[in-house]
C-alpha cells in the first residue's frame, strides 16, 4: 500500500495562505491524507469556516493562526504557535498580487508590505520550520510561485522579483537539503481560479478569460510531486523543464512578459 503523506512526512503540515483558493486546496488534500493542518490567513471569518469544513470532513485536528505575514514578526509568531508540533510539511502559498499597476502607481509601502510576506517571511518560514525537518531527516517545504518569476515585466516589477526570490530560494534549499531526507519543492502556477484571482481581475475590469486552472488539481498535482524538485511548472506539458521563453534573449523575454502583463493579470 502506498505510504500516506502523514506516514512519510509527519503528523502536521502547516498552509500559510490556507484559507481559500490553492492553500484551502492543498489543507484539504493533506488533511485527506491523514494530516493534522495548521492554517494562516488574515480574514477571521473565512479562516475559521475552512477550518470547520477540514474538521468535518477530514476528522483531522485543524488549528487556525490569525496572522498578517506581511508583518514583521510572523513567522516567529507562526513558531510559536505550532511549537510542540512536529511539521512534516510547510507549504508556503500566500503570495498574489492584488493590483497589477506600473510600479510608481502604488505606494513604496505597499510594495514593501509585498516584499515581506513573499520573500523576507517565506525565507524566515523555510529556516525556523525546515530546520527542524533537516534535524529530523524528513519533511517537505513547497514554495508556491508563479510564471511571473521567468522574467521581468511591466507592471509586475515587485511581484515578479519576489516570485523569482520564492523560486531560486526554493532551489536552493532543494540543492542543499537532497538527500536529508527534505523535499523541496518550488512550485510554478499559472493563472489559477482562486478567489483572490477573481477579486483582482474583478477590480481591474473583470475577468481576462483563457483557461484557469483548478486549485484542487494544482494541489493534488504539487502533492504527487513533492519528491521531483526542484520545480514543478504545474500544468505544463513538461513540468520539470526550463522556461517557456527558452532561448529568447533577455530582453525579448521581458518585452514579452510586458505585452502578456498588461493585456492578462500579471499573476
Ligand atoms: N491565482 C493565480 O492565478 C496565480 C497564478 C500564479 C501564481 N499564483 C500564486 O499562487 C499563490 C496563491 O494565490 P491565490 O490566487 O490563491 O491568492 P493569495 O492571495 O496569494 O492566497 C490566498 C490565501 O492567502 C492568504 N493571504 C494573503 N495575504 C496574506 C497575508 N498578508 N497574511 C496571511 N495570509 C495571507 C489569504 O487569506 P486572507 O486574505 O484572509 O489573508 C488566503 O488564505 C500565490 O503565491 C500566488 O503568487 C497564483
Keep these: 500500500m502506498a ?13 500559510a495562505g490556507g484559507s481559500d483558493g490553492v492553500g484551502a486546496a492543498f489543507a484539504h488534500r493533506l488533511a485527506a491524507q491523514g494530516v493534522n493542518v495548521v492554517l494562516v490567513a488574515r480574514r477571521l471569518p473565512v479562516l475559521e469556516a475552512s477550518a470547520d469544513e477540514i474538521r468535518a470532513r477530514h476528522g483531522v485536528e485543524v488549528r487556525t493562526v490569525p496572522l498578517d505575514l506581511s508583518s514583521p514578526g ?15 510539511l510547510f507549504v508556503y502559498n500566500a503570495g498574489s498580487d492584488d493590483r497589477s499597476v506600473p510600479f510608481l502607481d502604488k505606494d513604496l509601502g505597499t510594495h514593501l508590505g509585498l516584499v515581506r510576506r513573499n520573500c523576507t517571511a517565506v525565507l524566515e518560514a523555510a529556516y525556523r520550520f525546515g530546520g ?17 518569476a521567468w522574467a521581468g515585466g ?39 481560479d482562486t478567489p483572490s484571482l477573481r477579486r483582482t481581475e474583478g477590480a481591474q475590469g473583470g475577468s481576462y478569460g483563457g483557461t484557469l486552472a483548478d486549485p484542487d488539481e494544482v494541489a493534488a498535482e504539487a502533492l504527487a510531486h513533492l519528491s521531483d524538485g526542484p520545480t514543478w511548472i ?19 523575454a521581458v518585452l514579452a512578459m510586458s505585452r502578456g502583463a498588461t493585456s492578462h493579470s500579471g499573476r
Excluded: N, Q
Design 3 to 15: 505510504e500516506s503523506l502523514a506516514s512519510t512526512y509527519g503528523p502536521w503540515g502547516v498552509v
Design 74 to 88: 510572523a513567522p516567529a509568531e507562526l513558531e510559536e504557535a505550532t511549537a510542540g508540533l512536529e511539521v512534516g
Design 132 to 148: 527542524p525537518m533537516v534535524a529530523r531527516k524528513r519533511g517537505a517545504v513547497v514554495l508556491v510561485t508563479s510564471g511571473a
Design 154 to 192: 511591466a507592471t509586475l516589477a515587485a511581484y515578479g522579483a519576489s516570485k523569482a526570490f520564492d523560486l531560486i530560494l526554493a532551489e536552493s534549499l532543494w540543492a542543499e537539503w537532497r538527500g536529508s531526507g527534505v523535499d523541496v519543492l518550488g512550485l510554478v502556477l499559472g493563472r489559477t
Design 234 to 252: 504545474c500544468g505544463s506539458p513538461t513540468p520539470t523543464g526550463g522556461s517557456p521563453f527558452g532561448a529568447l534573449s533577455r530582453r525579448d
